[in-house]
């Protein structure tokens, strides 16, 4: 069953901590993309990555970390240096970056 | 940068009813999609319509990419087409690269029973 996975659903983040929220596909795709949706708000771009070992910051990169080490595999670190780390978190992918593109099913971020 | 502007960001309708959803984008585009993002956070992929118009089942789009706009009719809506709904489209300038999507702040469905 192809698509992208997204994992945890749900997950805490305590003051000071660093979480990663992973994101796999199955879908032979080149890019992948990592978005945060505040409450009631569109589609912000944190970073994305058209190839394997190579990223692009997004509109918002400050506080988070990415790796593309293998294609299939694109998880994104929230760091302490994000201080409203609290949103829906989205991950994407399409076969090459103007392709269709399509989304995992999300990571709610809260901070305890 | 690009910018993507949707109307109206909220509309209600009853069960039955139709609505057109715009979308306007301020410089020329080869690439435009369609999204619907369920109650749940769920985002499906509806359209992939750089020009011209399709139809898939009580949706349909049509966008004119040379007067730099799209729309997304809704027939016989459902209280399952309740979401928000957002276009996004990608910049055809030489130097746009391979940069990601441009997506607007999205239009509030909800169709009441």
């Known amino acids: 069953d192809g698509g992208i996975t997204q994992s945890p659903k749900y997950l805490f983040r305590k003051e000071g901590q660093n979480v990663t929220l992973s994101c796999e596909q199955n879908?032979?795709?080149?890019?992948m993309y990592w978005y945060r949706q505040d409450p009631g708000q569109g589609l912000r771009l944190i970073y994305y990555?058209?190839?394997?070992?190579?990223?692009q910051k997004g509109d918002i990169a400050e506080g988070y970390s990415v790796s593309r080490e293998k294609k299939e595999s694109f998880p994104l670190t929230v760091t302490s240096a994000q201080k409203n780390p609290t949103a829906f978190y989205l991950c994407?992918?399409?076969?090459?970056?103007?392709?269709?593109?399509?989304f995992g099913s999300g990571t709610q971020l809260s901070v305890l | 940068g690009i910018q993507v502007e949707q109307s109206p960001p909220d509309l209600i309708l009853q069960e039955g009813a139709n609505s057109t959803l715009r979308c306007n984008f301020s410089d020329s585009v080869n690439n435009l999609q369609w999204f619907h993002q369920n109650p749940w956070g769920q985002l499906i992929n509806l359209f992939y319509i750089p020009s011209g118009t399709k139809q898939n089942g009580r949706l349909s789009a049509t966008t004119v990419a040379t007067e730099r706009y799209s729309l997304l009719y809704i027939s016989s809506s459902q209280t399952t087409d309740s979401g928000v709904y957002f276009c996004a489209v990608h910049l055809s300038k030489r130097n746009s690269g391979n940069t990601p999507l441009v997506f607007g702040k999205g239009t509030r469905l909800s169709v009441i029973a």
């Open positions: 990555s058209q190839i394997v070992n190579d990223f």
């Open positions: 994407a992918s399409s076969g090459r970056p103007n392709e269709k593109l399509f």
């Open positions: 879908l032979n795709h080149d890019a």
